[in-house]
């Protein structure tokens, strides 16, 4: 047993050396590999945590939404459905939603106005996000003017923000009272935006909302199973494509290392040669380049997993904001609940180690079978 | 060793590309006996087959034709994967070109064939220490191969040949790059080899070699068959 | 001669640094926890006060900014072949509808 670990650690040794005989060479390939593994595990971390964050905290979101369709488009609902639906049996409460978008052109960015049920908000009065506390550096008993789509300025006084680990959720979100609302809007009187109900028992979603789709057969009716699933699929395609592009990567790296360890020059034979004339075994030279893909491989996942981590639960993804942003100049300044399953490092190690390696082991076997003799020729 | 010759051959034949039209008979029925501790060299132009017999002798290549017997064993018919066994622990070689592996240092390649062996790791450090020690090249141990000359190299193969303590060392055209000097001081480590109970098994032609005390035997060959000796 | 480690020792060495570091990102996870719940529940406690539904990661456009809400064919505002204006496209697909009741 010992002889064997011993006998290991030699070839460890020898790879090392054959290795720092190139060190310019295999470091970078080291770093480039490394650095591929790191934005394959950052995407995957990012795409795992949001997922994981939009099921849970999404979980409390509405359970049935019901929005007037015209044209295709979403329309205002009349808020007379309203006593129509709360006749429906299993449905329990059943409310007027009133939420909008204003594009502040100051700034660039797109705010979402909303009139909240759980608090009252003085007329005249805003309680933002802090996202947008933070771009036009406002505070309590600051003001803000807002033009509205009717060319009139409204005067908000910032009567509070909502807390900052919130942004996730509502950075954007400016809470004003009704009044206020349809004034700044020009919002009809006698409609909200969409309606929420919610029902007595969760079982009957679908019995309910296919009694609300034919008591208003323009509406479309959006559960919150629907929004669940929109995010599951939103994150987990998208993800999916991000992966399978840095698979691509992946792969072209692969076919590097099998082209390193398949086109062995002259040099290299000659090595391979020499070794088994004085007393290696097939065995052990194929053990060398085990070792040589694994350790560069293992190595790179180490290192990649750790600073990915880092990047994504510690920095918040940084690098991959700009492509979160997009064009947007409001983006949430949020702190990730580390969520890491063994199935997704499992699955990060073996698109990346276990190929590496195999690509580096499969081609030399031909080169390892070489007559003991060849270098007496 | 009892009387019987500690390496023998018998009938030994050996064909490069059997069957194909590029075939080469390299050796034909050659026999040979070889004494343990002796120093023998295998004598002949280029072409005679010599440096095939060593790989036969040395168990780098099986014969086409014929018998191998070490120590009473025949291991013409073995598997390579044994004949990888006898060879690291009964045979040290020094190739025509030394063949170290550029890059790594003298140590580095001094140890090499202990290897897979995998013995304790100061014990193995210490026996490369020693081994440069006696070549007097124990102040390059830390330098790349390819810095040193021609002389330091080949006592760098030898050295590499003698980390496994075989019983037998295979030297291929050992003095074909060495000036008069250096190739005096090659047999002087032949006589130290000898003299240590090693079997020396050398190919040559040159007269400096064939001609000197301490061999004890010179098998002139040519044309893949024995031709005569001394 | 040399008398320095050996290369595998540091070669196993850093390997051992690097497990260790991959998993210190687990002790770090666990660490942070339990603030980091907490403040995942006054998200969900917010999203449940307001009527909220979606993340508000990405404002640039009304259906980047409620992928859930957002009518069936927002994806295309402009044309149905019409490339998308947002870079933010690349992560956000348009909703995916499943059958709702009957």
């Known amino acids: 047993m010992n002889r064997t670990i011993e006998r290991q650690r030699y070839l460890i040794d020898f790879t090392i050396a054959s290795l720092a005989r190139r060190r310019g060479r295999n470091l970078g390939l080291f770093a480039v590999y490394t650095l591929l593994v790191f934005v394959l595990a950052s995407a995957s971390l990012l795409g795992y945590g949001l997922r994981k964050e939009a099921r849970t905290v999404l979980a409390a979101s509405p359970e049935i939404l019901v929005q007037h369709l015209l044209a295709g488009r979403h329309d205002l609902i009349p808020e007379s459905h309203l006593a129509a639906l709360r006749d429906i049996r299993g449905i329990a409460a059943a409310e007027g939603r009133l939420w909008g978008y204003y594009y502040d052109a100051g700034m660039r960015a797109n705010y979402t106005l909303m009139v909240p049920s759980d608090r009252t908000i003085e007329p005249g009065t805003a309680i933002i996000g802090s996202a947008i506390a933070r771009l036009r550096n406002l505070g309590e008993g600051d003001a803000v003017h807002f033009l509205s789509p009717k060319a009139k300025m409204f005067r908000f006084g910032i009567a509070g923000t909502l807390p900052s680990e919130s942004e996730l959720v509502a950075a954007d979100v400016v809470l004003v009272s009704e009044a206020d609302f349809r004034a700044f809007f020009g919002f009809p009187a006698g409609m909200v935006t969409d309606i929420a109900v919610s029902v007595r028992n969760p079982k009957e979603v679908a019995t309910v909302s296919a009694k609300i789709s034919r008591l208003i057969v323009d509406a479309r009716v959006v559960t919150r199973d629907d929004i669940l699933r929109s995010y599951e699929s939103l994150f987990d395609w998208r993800q999916g494509m991000i992966t399978v592009l840095l698979a691509g990567a992946v792969l072209a790296f692969v076919i590097l290392a099998w082209d390193k360890a398949a086109g062995l020059s002259a040099e290299e034979r000659r090595e391979i040669g020499i070794l088994k004339a004085i007393g290696w075994e097939t065995s052990d030279v194929i053990a060398v380049k085990f070792w040589e893909g694994g350790l560069v491989s293992l190595g790179a996942f180490l290192v990649a997993y750790t600073l990915a981590y880092l990047h994504v639960f510690h920095f918040g993804g940084a690098l991959f904001a700009p492509a979160l942003k997009g064009w947007a100049t409001l983006y949430p300044d949020f702190r990730m609940v580390p969520e890491i399953s063994g199935q997704q490092i499992a699955t990060i190690f073996f698109l990346t180690v276990v190929p590496y390696t195999l690509a580096t082991i499969v081609p030399v076997w031909r080169a390892a079978i070489i007559d003991p003799d060849t270098v007496m020729r | ?230 | 001669m040399r008398t320095s480690g050996r290369p595998s020792s540091k070669v196993i060495a850093l390997l051992v640094a690097g497990g260790v570091s991959c998993l210190a990102t687990l002790v770090d996870s666990t660490v942070r926890r339990d603030t980091d719940l907490a403040s995942r529940q006054s998200r969900a406690a917010l999203v449940a006060s307001l009527g909220l539904t979606d993340l508000s990661l990405f404002t640039e456009a009304r259906y980047t900014r409620h992928p859930a809400m957002a009518d069936l064919h927002s994806a295309f505002q402009d044309h149905p072949a019409a490339w998308d204006h947002f870079p933010t496209a690349a992560w956000v697909g348009p909703p995916q509808w499943g059958n709702q009741g009957e």
């Open chain 2, 1 to 230: 060793m009892t009387g019987s010759p500690f390496l023998a051959l018998q009938g030994i034949a050996k064909i490069y590309n059997e069957g194909r039209h590029n075939e080469v008979r390299a050796l034909a029925d050659i026999d040979l006996d070889l004494e343990a501790g002796k120093v023998t060299v295998l004598m002949g132009p280029s072409g005679s087959g010599k440096t095939t017999l060593l790989t036969l002798v040395g168990c780098l290549a099986r014969p086409s034709a014929g018998r191998v017997t070490l120590e009473g064993r025949d291991i013409s018919g073995m598997p390579e994967r044994f004949l990888t066994a006898i060879r690291q622990r009964t045979f040290g070689f020094v190739f025509q070109r030394f063949n170290l592996i550029p890059g790594l240092t003298v140590a580095d390649n001094v140890m090499l064939p202990a290897y897979p062996l995998g013995r304790p790791h100061p014990e193995l450090k210490a026996r490369c220490r020693e081994l440069l020690e006696m070549l007097r090249i124990g102040d390059r141990a830390d330098a790349p191969v390819q810095w040193l000359s021609g002389g330091e190299a080949q006592r760098a193969a030898i050295a590499r040949a003698l980390v496994n303590d075989p019983a037998v060392v295979i030297a291929d055209e050992p003095t074909a790059n060495l000036d008069t000097a250096l190739t005096a001081e090659f047999i002087g480590v032949v006589e130290m080899l000898k003299a240590q109970g090693k079997t020396l098994i050398l190919t040559s032609h040159d007269p400096r070699i064939c001609d000197a005390a301490v061999v004890d035997r010179v098998v002139e060959m040519r044309d893949g068959r024995i031709v005569g000796g001394r």
